[in-house]
């Protein structure tokens, strides 16, 4: 059965530190998504990774993909408040008429000034 | 360019009551989902449609029917709610592409509470 697991689960940062999210899920999967939402909003889609060496970059938010690791990062670079959101990573689960995304239980993001 | 919307936002429900949560996307999407959002877990699927006329049960589904109407319409119902139902439902929809593979474009979301 396919879990997802993202550590840590609350992150308390600076402005302008840099850190690391990490998605880790236990059986094979070969595309993996981000997702950000805002409290008491809905989910925004970040990134699509679709294959192994992945690697997508959108202003100070980086996303890879090791999917002989089954492992996916989310690097935050010089953090700024506005990033501070819940990110959810998602691994996609093959079988049946369609693939499902198996969530993470999020990572609550607080950059503080 | 709606995307997926979703009706009622908010609803109170008493325990024993029923209700029907809609959803419509206008995105010609193929696969629809319904999840739950609870603090911390993540989200959970409660039941998907791959296609018109197909349902399947997700993580979840004891306690809920859903139908899916048309292309375009998947919709959530409680017969007898529980406050164990209480909870943000959120409606997604989704078609492979080779770009952006089964990337899912979600709702707005309802919260319900069951008193």
């Known amino acids: 059965e396919l879990k997802v697991e993202q550590n840590p689960l609350f992150l308390s940062m600076q402005e302008g530190k840099n850190y690391t999210i990490y998605c880790n899920y236990s059986t094979t999967s070969d595309r993996l998504y981000w997702y950000r939402q805002d409290p008491g909003k809905s989910l925004e889609s970040l990134f699509v990774?679709?294959?192994?060496?992945a690697v997508k970059q959108e202003g100070r938010l980086m996303a890879s993909l090791d999917t002989k690791a089954r492992l996916s990062t989310l690097h935050i670079t010089a953090a700024v408040h506005d990033l501070s959101a819940t990110y959810f990573c998602?691994?996609?689960?093959?079988?049946?008429?369609?693939?499902?995304?198996?969530f993470g239980t999020g990572t609550l993001l607080a950059v503080q000034p | 360019n709606a995307g997926v919307t979703q009706t009622p936002k908010f609803q109170v429900l008493k325990t024993g009551q029923s209700m029907t949560l809609q959803c419509a996307q206008d995105?010609?999407?193929?696969?629809m989902y319904w999840y739950r959002q609870d603090p911390g877990m993540g989200l959970r699927l409660i039941y998907y449609s791959a296609s018109e006329g197909t349902t399947d049960k997700g993580e979840v589904p004891n306690g809920y029917n859903v139908s899916r109407l048309n292309k375009r319409e998947f919709s959530l119902r409680l017969e007898s709610a529980a406050p164990s139902q209480t909870s943000v439902y959120f409606c997604a929809s989704s078609d492979f592409s080779g770009l952006t593979g089964y990337e899912q474009y979600f709702g707005p979301g309802t919260r319900l509470t069951v008193t």
């Open positions: 990774l679709l294959s192994n060496g």
């Open positions: 998602a691994a996609e689960k093959y079988g049946g008429a369609t693939n499902k995304l198996i």
């Open positions: 995105m010609n999407h193929n696969s």
